[in-house]
């Protein structure tokens, strides 16, 4: 009696082993693709090693003062003369996105000055992204004039809202930059601290624009799908690690 017992016992506790062994297979399935799916939801909107998914404002390839190299994207302000000249100018991607968190990482050289500017309608009608799209501005705080401006500081949702508090690195130090456009709300983030909230295409939306440089811009802050821009401010900056989850 004993003896069955004790095989009864065996085999209850070989199911009760099996089934729990299924069971941390599943789970361990359901944890990888659960995983996967989340990190598919970014989009990357550089590889790293070419333009693909962008081009120059207006059409054609990308400036050759835009260059790769050990992953990132730099505008060689060197080999071009000013801002807006040469081989440069603004570049966008080839989609338009509407309710979106980008994020992506920048350093500006010294006394330099540039920025990410999205929500951009392209179209003969307008000759650079900013006069449609907003500016998340990239600066040199300590270095560049522009600074001395309030609302044109780095992390300032230029000339429109000014930074909270100052999160900025010195020139030639990595940032990581956000952007999330959701439905009319907007945050900007730098460096894990949100420092710019607001509400586009309101009246309050509207007066900021009304009391800023874009005021006589009719299509200025209107649009609410557009392509996302690297501004050529005529300043060596580099960008890496660009990437995008539609909302």
Excluded at 4 to 30: D, H, M, P, R, Y
Excluded at 55 to 76: Q, R, T
Excluded at 135 to 164: F, K, T, W
Aim: charged content about 25%.
């Amino acid at each position: 009696m004993q003896r069955q017992n004790w095989i009864l016992l065996s085999l209850s506790a070989a199911l009760i082993f099996g089934c729990s062994g299924e069971k941390e297979v599943e789970n361990t399935e359901e944890e990888t693709q659960a995983s996967t799916t989340t990190q598919e939801e970014w989009i990357s909107l550089f590889d790293g090693k070419s333009f693909d998914g962008w081009h120059k404002y207006g059409g054609g390839e990308v400036g050759k003062a835009w260059k790769i190299e050990n992953g990132e994207l730099y505008l060689d302000a060197a080999n071009k003369d000013g801002w807006q000249t040469g081989d440069g100018g603004d570049i966008v991607t080839d989609e338009e996105f509407e309710n979106f968190h980008l994020k992506y990482e920048w350093k500006i050289a010294p006394n330099g000055n540039s920025g990410v500017i999205f929500l951009v309608h392209e179209s003969d009608e307008y000759d650079y992204p900013w006069q449609t799209g907003p500016e998340m501005q990239v600066l040199d705080n300590e270095g560049h004039p522009d600074a001395e401006i309030i609302s044109h500081r780095a992390g300032d949702l230029y000339d429109l809202i000014v930074s909270s508090e100052e999160t900025v690195k010195p020139a030639g130090e990595w940032n990581l930059a956000e952007i999330i456009a959701n439905n009319g709300n907007l945050q900007l983030r730098l460096n894990d601290v949100t420092i710019v909230e607001t509400t586009m295409w309101t009246p309050e939306w509207e007066e900021l624009i009304a009391n800023s440089k874009f005021k006589d811009m009719p299509g200025f802050g209107k649009y609410k799908k557009g392509k996302i821009s690297l501004q050529d401010h005529g300043d060596l900056v580099h960008f890496r690690n660009i990437v995008l989850k539609k909302l």
